[in-house]
C-alpha cells in the first residue's frame, strides 16, 4: 500500500508561481472604451463594423469600441447611417427606431434624426422650440463597400481620407465578406497575425495538416519596413523552389496574408493576398474579425476554397469560429482556440516572450508608442498622407527557382533573397500604380535569372 | 472608384457627444435597496407584491425592493404571510420551509416562526432555551385584496392605513389583476404614465393605432392638485365633442387612466379609469407593474378586451410584456420596449427634457422632495391622513358635446373646458361619497348646457 | 369594506432586521483563492481533484481553490499530471494540449512540459535558447486510488506524507467514487457534517423519513478528541439497544459517517464508515463533495444502497444533488438544498448559533485557530506525524444491548456508555492495526456485558 500513496518525486512549482492567478492585463494596450487611451488611438482610423447583409429594413443594433450603436440604411437615397443606439430625448433605443429618407425617428415621441445625428424634427415640441438646435445624437460617417461598412468613431479634424489598397478592386478577383466574433480581448486576435512560427504546431504538427505540410517546416522571418506600414518576409525551400509568403501589416490592426491553400510547386511571382483582414474591438473582451476573402483563378490549385462557406459567423478555413464541439476543438485546435484561450483579456505579464515572438514585441511596441503619441496630442501617420490614390501592398506568395547552392549556406542564400524581394516590393511603390504590378513581376523573374 | 471612397459630408458629432457613455443613473431617485434613501421612502407605503394566484401550497419566493421574502398563506385561517427568505437560525432558505397553521418552520432544525416572524418552536433547543426571547425573523404585515397581496415593509411607527380609492369596490366593475416584469429600473416603468405625449407617437404613428386613432392628434394636457396627489385631464376636440381623459396620480407610484378602448363618439359623464397600476422595484433594475383592468359594460364599444389574456405575466393590451419576437417588437414597438429600451437604469443626465416632458420633469422633482423629506426624518403625507373612509379618485373618460365656438380660438377653449371639468371633480369631493358620482355628473351635464 | 382592510395586528420587525441585508460573510473563513489565508491554510493538505473516470485520452480541465488547472494521464506510464490551465509561453489553455509521454505540450507553439510543469522542449525556439531553464509551468503532485486524483497544491517544503486511513482498504468493503458540486462555498457545505442534529428535521420530520425513523428522536451527542482529529458520539436508546453512531472529522474538511440506511435491531460491534468525504472547494463559491461509499455485506439490512447511483454527479442516497424538479426540492429538501439556499457564501453575522449548533460553532474556532497559526508561519500539524503507517479511525455504528437502568436516568446512562465507549475507541489506537479491530470488538462485547 506505502507504493502507491508515495508522492511522485519532481520540481513541482505550482505554489511558487501563484503569483500568476493575481497578475492582471495591461489597461494601456486592451483597454478600448470611450475615453481610454488605446480606444481613442483606435479611433483615428476607418474600421469595418458590420457586414452589410446584416441590414435590411429594420435598424441594426451593433457595438464597437465599448459603444452601443445602431446601424441603418436610410430609405431616400439607401445611405447607411450609425448612431449612438439611445435617443437624445429620453433614451429610448433606436433599435426600436422607425426608418425614413434621410435618417431614423425614434418611436417613443417622434423624434427625427439626420445621418450625421442633427435634430430634423420634435413633432410633439411647440414650433418655437429651439431643441433641435441645442441637442443632437452623436452619430458617425459611414463608407460602404463590397459588402461591408466601415466608420471613423474619432474627432472630426482628424479624419483621413479611408484607405484605398491596390487589392481592392483587381481584375480578376472575387472578394467575399466574413465577420466572426471572438469573446476575447482585440490585442490576442491581433497578434496572431503578427506571429509566422504559430502554423508549425496550431496548423500542422498539432493534431493534422490543416493548411499544407510545408508549414511543418520552420519558416525563416525578416520584419521590414513599407510605406502603408510593416511587413515580413516568411521564407522556406522546397526542393529548388524558395517559397516567400509576404505578410502586410497596417496598424491598428489590419493584415493581408498569402493565399490559405497555395502549393508551392511551381514558379509564381507577385501572387496576391488570400485574406484582407480588420481585428476590431468590439468592446474589452469581445473582439470582431471582418475579413474579405479573396477568390481569383490559379490562387487553389486544389480546390480546397468553399465560397458558400463564406459570411457571417463563418468562413471557408479551419478554425475560425466555435460553432465546433468541444471535444473537436480539444482534438483539432484552431486559430480562435488558440487566441480565446488565453482569456478574456490575456495577460502578458505572465507570458515568456522568445526568439519566435519577435512579432508580437514589436507590434506591442509600436502600439504602445503610437498610443503614447496620440494621447500626447500627435497626430496620427497615415499611408494616405502620401498617396493621392491607391496604396500599394505586397501580402501573397511568390515561388521562385533557385535551388540550393553548393558551397553556401542555405541559410544565408535565403535570407540574402528575402532581402533582395523584399527590396523589388519597395522599388515598386515609385512605379505608377497602372505598371507597378508587371514591373515587380518582371524583377522578380530577373532576379530569379541571376541565380541561374 | 474615388467617389465610394469618399466620406460623407455632414456634421457628425459622435466623437464629440463621447461623455454620453461615462454618464450614470441618479442615485437618489433609482436606488432602492434597504438603507437608500429613495428605498426608505418607498417603503413608507403599502404596495402590491404579488398575485395571490401565484401563492399555492408551496412558500413563494419573491424580490421585492431588493429584499428577498418568502410568501406564504398559514394553513389555519389561510392568512398571508411575508417573511425574509433566510431562517434566522442558520439561514437556510424559507422557501424549502413547511406551512404550518400560525406560521412557517425551516425544514433544516425546525424552527417555527408567527406571521409576524416571532420563533415560536425551536424543537431540537433544550427546554431552557431563551433564543426565542433574543431572535426573531424579519416579517412585514400583508393585506389581501381581489387577487392582489400588499405588503407595509417600512418601520412600524410610521405604517399608514391602507389607501382604499372609490374604484376598488364599484357595482359593474369586473376587476381582474395582472402583474408583468421588466428589468429595468422602477422609474422610467413609472414616468412613461406621467408622458402623455408617446401615445402621440409609440401608441399611434409609429407603426399602427395600437388604441385609437384619435390618439395621433397633440393634446391639451393640464396638470392639477388633488387630495389624493396629482391628476392631468388631457383634452382633445373631435368634430363637436371635446374628449377628456383624466389621469391620476398619487406617489409615490400609483396611477389611474381612462378606459383603454374609448371611442369618443358621444356623451359621456365620468366614465371612470381602465387601470388602477401600481409600479413596485423588485430591485434597481428589475420592476413589477402591478394592476387591476376593470371591465364595465359600455367601456369598450368596439369589444377589445380579452380578459382571458389578463394574468401573470401578460394583460388584453399591446405592448406590456417582452413575449413578442425581436422582429415584432422592432417593427411595433409598445411600452414595455420604450422603458426597458432606455437601459437598466435610465441615464437622465444624457436626456434632453423638453415641453412634453413637463409630467415627468414633474414627477422627479416631487419625487426628490418628498425623499429628501423622508431622509430629513419627517413623515410623509399620506391621503388618509384627511380621510376616514374611501378616497375620492378622478381617472376615466369624460366627453362632453360642445362644439367649436366661433370667433374664439379653441385651444383657449379647450383649456377653458380643462379647468372647468378640474373644477367640478374637485367639488366632488365634498360631497358624501354616496351622492358623489350623480353630483359630478349632473354638473357635468349642467355645464355643458351652459355652452349651448 | 373596513375589516378587509385591516392591517393584521403582531410584532412585525422586518424593518428593524434589514441590517440582515447588509451584512457580508467572513471573508477569513470562506475566501480560498491564492493568497488568501485560508486558502493557504488549505494548501497544506492532500485533496482529492477529481473522478478519475472523467480522465479520458484528452486535457481535463478543472478548477480548485480558485485556480484553473488541467489534469492529465501521460502516455507513457500513465501517470496523472496536473498543471495551471495556461501555458508558460504565450497562456493558451493547455485543455488544447497534446498528452504525450510524461508530459503535456501546447499546441500553439509546441511547448511541452514534464509532470512536474519543468520545460522539456520548445522546438521554434533557437537551440541555444535558454528559457527552458528561465521558465517554467505550475504543476503539482498527484495521487491516484480507488477512483479519485489527490492533489497538493501547498509549497513543497510542506508538503505531508499522504494520510491513509484504515478505511481505505479493508476486506469485504468495496469503494465507489462519487463527485458533487454544489453553487456555494466549502464551510457550509462541510459544516453540515459537523451537525447531527439537522437529521431530526431535515432527514426525517420535515416531509418524510429519508433514512430511518428513528432519527426523529434528538440524539445526544458528545465530542471527542482523536489522534487524528476529532470524533462525535451521537447516541439514541431504541428500546433495551444503544445506539452509537460516531462521526470522524479530520481538519479541515475530512469526515466519515456511520452506515447510510442502519436498523438498530441487533447488536453491532464497530461497524465502520458508510462515507469517507472530502469538501474541497472550487473557489470561494463553488464546491465539490468527493466521496467514497462503502459497500460491505451486512451495512444495509433493508437493501436501499444502489451502486450503480453511485458516481460523477450523483450518489445512491437522497437530497445530494440539484438534479430535481424546484417542486420536488421545496417538498422534500434534502442536505443539497439546506446548503446551497444559505447563499453563495454564508454570512455567520445574521445567524443565530444556539445549543445544537455547538459542532459548528466549534469547527469555526478550530478552523479560524489553524488558519491564523499558518498565517503566523507555523507548520500544521498532521496526524501523519504521529503515525508512520494506516491512521486509526472511528467512524460507524456499534449497537450495544443495554436496557433502561431501573431507578437511573436514562440521559446519565447514555452519557456514560458515550464516555465509555469513546473510550474503548481511543484505547484501541495504542494496538497494533492487525489486532486493533478485534480488540475494540472485544471491548465492547466485555462493556456491554458488564451492564447485563
Known amino acids: 500500500m506505502n507504493e502507491i500513496f508515495k508522492a511522485p518525486e519532481g520540481d513541482f512549482r505550482g505554489h511558487d508561481q501563484q503569483d500568476v492567478w493575481s497578475q492582471t492585463a495591461d489597461p494601456e494596450l486592451s483597454e478600448v472604451g470611450p475615453g481610454t487611451v488605446c480606444g481613442e488611438y483606435m479611433r483615428r482610423f476607418w474600421m469595418p463594423v458590420a457586414m452589410t447583409d446584416q441590414i435590411g429594413d429594420l435598424p441594426y443594433r451593433i457595438r464597437i469600441l465599448g459603444e452601443d450603436l445602431v446601424l441603418f440604411r436610410e430609405t431616400g437615397e439607401g445611405r447607411l447611417g450609425l448612431t449612438h443606439l439611445h435617443c437624445a430625448h429620453r433614451n429610448m433605443s433606436l433599435e426600436f427606431g422607425i426608418i425614413e429618407p434621410g435618417g431614423i425617428r425614434c418611436s417613443y415621441h417622434g423624434w427625427k434624426y439626420g445621418l450625421d445625428g442633427t435634430i430634423k424634427e420634435t413633432p410633439c415640441e411647440p414650433v418655437a422650440s429651439q431643441v433641435k438646435k441645442k441637442a443632437c445624437l452623436g452619430a458617425y460617417p459611414v463608407i460602404e463597400y463590397k459588402g461591408l461598412a466601415f466608420a471613423y468613431m474619432g474627432p472630426r479634424d482628424q479624419q483621413p481620407p479611408f484607405p484605398v489598397m491596390d487589392t481592392f478592386d483587381e481584375d480578376g478577383d472575387e472578394m467575399l465578406p466574413s465577420l466572426i466574433k471572438s469573446p476575447c480581448n482585440w490585442l490576442q486576435v491581433m497578434e496572431n497575425a503578427w506571429d509566422p512560427f504559430h502554423v508549425v504546431y496550431l496548423h500542422t504538427l498539432a493534431a493534422r495538416v490543416q493548411f499544407h505540410e510545408s508549414f511543418a517546416h520552420m519558416p ?87 465560397k458558400s462557406q463564406v459570411g457571417f459567423g463563418k468562413t471557408d478555413f479551419y478554425g475560425q469560429d466555435p460553432d ?129
Open 220 to 306: 525563416m522571418i525578416e520584419f521590414h519596413e513599407a510605406k502603408f506600414g510593416e511587413f515580413y518576409t516568411n521564407v522556406r525551400r522546397d526542393g529548388d523552389f524558395v517559397w516567400l509568403r509576404i505578410h502586410d501589416h497596417m496598424m491598428p490592426s489590419f493584415t493581408q496574408n498569402g493565399a490559405h491553400f497555395p502549393v508551392p510547386d511551381r514558379e509564381r511571382y507577385f501572387g496576391r493576398c488570400g485574406l484582407t483582414r480588420w481585428v476590431v474591438p468590439i468592446d474589452d473582451t469581445h473582439t470582431q474579425v471582418v475579413t474579405w476573402r479573396h477568390f481569383r483563378d490559379g490562387d487553389d490549385p486544389r480546390g480546397l476554397t468553399d
Open 324 to 452: 465546433r464541439p468541444y471535444e473537436m476543438r480539444q482534438r483539432d485546435p484552431g486559430d480562435y482556440d488558440a487566441w480565446v484561450s488565453q482569456g478574456p483579456k490575456n495577460i502578458h505579464s505572465r507570458e515568456n516572450l522568445s526568439f519566435t515572438d519577435r512579432g508580437v514585441a514589436k507590434v506591442r511596441r509600436m502600439l504602445r508608442n503610437e498610443i503614447r503619441s496620440v494621447a500626447a496630442g500627435n497626430p496620427v501617420n497615415h499611408p494616405t498622407d502620401d498617396y493621392d490614390g491607391v496604396l500599394p501592398t505586397y501580402a501573397g506568395d511568390t515561388v521562385l527557382r533557385i535551388p540550393a547552392q553548393e558551397g553556401r549556406d542555405d541559410g544565408a542564400v535565403l535570407k540574402e533573397i528575402s532581402f533582395a524581394v523584399a527590396g523589388i516590393f519597395k522599388d515598386g511603390d515609385e512605379q505608377p500604380i497602372e505598371t507597378r504590378k508587371q514591373y515587380i513581376i518582371d524583377a522578380l523573374k530577373a532576379y530569379e535569372a541571376s541565380w541561374a
